[in-house]
């Protein structure tokens, strides 16, 4: 028998699902999968492939990202280093790796599938997100749907317009599809005038249209997080669209302005698309791969932001992260 996690929602809010920013109860803080015990075990079993760590500063303005090693540090170590640091830990794709978590993520969406007939989540997954009681993550889009189920501590969640090419240029989304940038987009202080805010606490989801750009800052405590992303045959044409934008004006010049994946060129565009990627598959071309930054640093409990440069690595620049951020 299913659980239900989602708690007391309205009609307004099943209703809203992909279409505006929500905010919503659930319960799935208190199913025990999160605890420290949990989440280091549920590290130890996790494939370190599908596990990214990542480094910070403190100031939204200033794109100080870094990636790197966990070294030898066991799971319960790493968490430590996480509370008492300035680091972010993706645990990717559980539903690939951990049946009771791949039970949790289907009930969810079964749920919201059973109460809203329009919504629909296929390509199901989910990540957790464990980062440091000041982390940030920067100014960004997630490709698939992407809803942020919050479960410890507390963070500050600044969402901003979609599909506004003023706010992330469709070329950027274009390069991030076909993995010449990570999911950081470059970000100006005017954005904030047209920012909403939410303080997420746990027992709350978060989430807005297919790539909404939003930032992060936490407030206190390790936060957690449960970030759970689907996609369905609108989400996948939106990206096909961009493709295919990009296509048409590196082939053959033409520029295509529009974004939508609704109507009849939308659906021509997804044509091009997938019949580009057919053909790179026929004829044994590498197809693209997700960009991810170049490991910088390891994690040192020891050092008092939770990491040290690996040998070779100079002193905190940022000149490669900025480069691949503002396409140079
Ligand atoms: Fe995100």
């Given at each position: 028998m299913?659980?239900?996690?989602?708690?007391q929602w309205?009609?307004?809010?099943?209703?809203v699902?992909?279409?505006?920013?929500?905010?919503?109860?659930?319960?799935i803080?208190s199913?025990?999968?999160?605890?420290?015990?949990?989440?280091?075990?549920?590290?130890?079993?996790?494939?370190?492939?599908?596990?990214?760590?990542?480094?910070?500063?403190?100031d939204?303005?200033?794109?100080?990202?870094?990636?790197?090693e966990?070294?030898?540090?066991?799971?319960?170590?790493?968490?430590?280093?996480?509370?008492?640091?300035?680091?972010w830990?993706?645990?990717?794709?559980?539903t690939?790796?951990?049946?009771?978590?791949?039970?949790?993520?289907?009930?969810?969406?079964?749920?919201?599938?059973?109460?809203?007939?329009?919504?629909?989540?296929?390509?199901?997954?989910?990540?957790?997100?464990?980062?440091?009681?000041?982390?940030?993550?920067?100014?960004?889009?997630?490709?698939?749907?992407?809803?942020?189920?919050?479960?410890?501590g507390?963070?500050?969640?600044?969402?901003?317009?979609?599909?506004?090419?003023?706010?992330?240029?469709?070329k950027?989304i274009?390069r991030?599809?076909?993995?010449?940038?990570a999911?950081?987009?470059?970000?100006?202080?005017?954005?904030e005038?047209?920012?909403?805010?939410?303080?997420?606490?746990?027992?709350?989801?978060?989430t807005?249209?297919?790539?909404?750009p939003?930032?992060v800052?936490?407030?206190e405590?390790?936060?957690?997080?449960l970030?759970?992303?689907?996609?369905?045959?609108?989400a996948?044409?939106?990206?096909?669209?961009?493709?295919?934008?990009r296509?048409?004006?590196?082939?053959?010049?033409c520029?295509?302005?529009?974004?939508?994946?609704?109507?009849?060129?939308?659906?021509?565009?997804?044509v091009?698309?997938?019949?580009?990627?057919?053909?790179?598959?026929?004829?044994?071309?590498?197809?693209?791969?997700?960009?991810?930054?170049?490991?910088?640093?390891?994690?040192?409990?020891?050092?008092?932001?939770g990491?040290?440069?690996?040998?070779?690595e100079?002193p905190e620049?940022?000149?490669?992260e900025?480069?691949?951020?503002?396409?140079?």
């Amino acid at each position: 028998m299913p659980q239900n996690y989602l708690d007391q929602w309205t009609p307004e809010q099943f209703e809203v699902l992909e279409e505006a920013i929500l905010v919503a109860k659930h319960k799935i803080h208190s199913t025990g999968l999160f605890s420290d015990e949990a989440l280091a075990d549920l590290i130890d079993r996790h494939p370190s492939d599908y596990l990214t760590i990542a480094a910070m500063g403190r100031d939204a303005n200033k794109f100080e990202w870094m990636v790197g090693e966990r070294g030898d540090l066991t799971a319960m170590e790493l968490l430590d280093a996480v509370r008492n640091g300035q680091l972010w830990l993706n645990v990717i794709a559980i539903t690939k790796f951990h049946d009771e978590y791949r039970k949790l993520i289907d009930d969810v969406y079964n749920e919201l599938e059973a109460s809203n007939p329009r919504f629909k989540a296929q390509n199901r997954s989910g990540n957790i997100l464990i980062s440091s009681p000041h982390a940030m993550v920067y100014y960004h889009i997630d490709l698939p749907v992407n809803m942020l189920w919050h479960l410890r501590g507390e963070k500050r969640v600044w969402v901003y317009p979609p599909f506004d090419p003023r706010f992330v240029a469709p070329k950027n989304i274009e390069r991030l599809i076909v993995g010449e940038m990570a999911e950081d987009m470059p970000y100006h202080t005017w954005f904030e005038d047209y920012a909403l805010s939410f303080d997420v606490k746990p027992g709350q989801l978060i989430t807005w249209p297919q790539n909404t750009p939003h930032r992060v800052s936490n407030l206190e405590g390790l936060n957690v997080s449960l970030s759970t992303e689907h996609r369905n045959p609108r989400a996948q044409r939106r990206l096909n669209v961009h493709r295919a934008n990009r296509l048409l004006r590196q082939k053959f010049g033409c520029e295509c302005r529009s974004i939508s994946p609704d109507g009849f060129t939308a659906r021509c565009k997804e044509v091009i698309a997938r019949g580009s990627n057919l053909t790179t598959r026929l004829i044994g071309k590498k197809t693209e791969e997700p960009f991810s930054y170049r490991k910088r640093f390891l994690v040192d409990p020891s050092a008092e932001k939770g990491w040290r440069l690996l040998d070779g690595e100079q002193p905190e620049t940022f000149e490669e992260e900025n480069a691949v951020l503002m396409g140079v």
